[in-house]
Structure formats: structure tokens, C-alpha cells
């Protein structure tokens, strides 16, 4: 199974909890003891698990590209000896 991890920009994210809808394994929530610089509460990655896939289904939903997606790919198949 891929592994990845992703970042959210806050300074984009208004809130909308589009992604914390798509998530497969469940792993994004709202978070609700802060405020983004323009007053919403912003998404955020709970993965102490590291269960993220790097799938960028949440990614792609994002209507305002707040989130950036990395992938893990494994020396082989990356061509890297
Ligand atoms: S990349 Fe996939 S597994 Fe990771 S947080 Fe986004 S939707 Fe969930
Ligand atoms: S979909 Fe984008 S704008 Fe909406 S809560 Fe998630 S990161 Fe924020």
C-alpha cells in the first residue's frame, strides 16, 4: 500500500469540510480550536498512524487547491539505484 502525507495551506482553506467527506481512510477533520487568517476553522490531517495513501481524493475536491498531496514511492520504482 502507497504511503503519503499532505499539507494544507490555511491561508486558502475556507472551511468548507468538502474533504473530510472523500477522505477513504477518514483522516481529515475540522479544526475547531483555531481560526484561519480569514475566520474559518480549517481542515487538518489526524494520521497518527501514518494510514494516509497519498490518494489525493481530498486533493482533488478541494474547491480552492489548499491541499497539496505527497506520494512515497518506493527507490525502485523510481528508477533511483
Ligand atoms: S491523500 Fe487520500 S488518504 Fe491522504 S488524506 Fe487525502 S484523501 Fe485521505
Ligand atoms: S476542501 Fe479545501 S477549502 Fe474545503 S475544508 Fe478542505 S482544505 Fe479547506
Redesign the pocket.
Known sequence: MAS???EIDEELCKGCEL?TT????D??EMALDRFTPKGYHPAE?V?PEG?????????VICPDAA?T?YRFVPAEKAGVS
Open positions: 503519503g502525507y499532505i474533504c472523500v477522505c477513504p481512510k483522516l481529515l490531517l494520521d494510514a494516509c495513501t497519498g490518494c489525493a481524493i481530498c486533493s491541499i498531496v
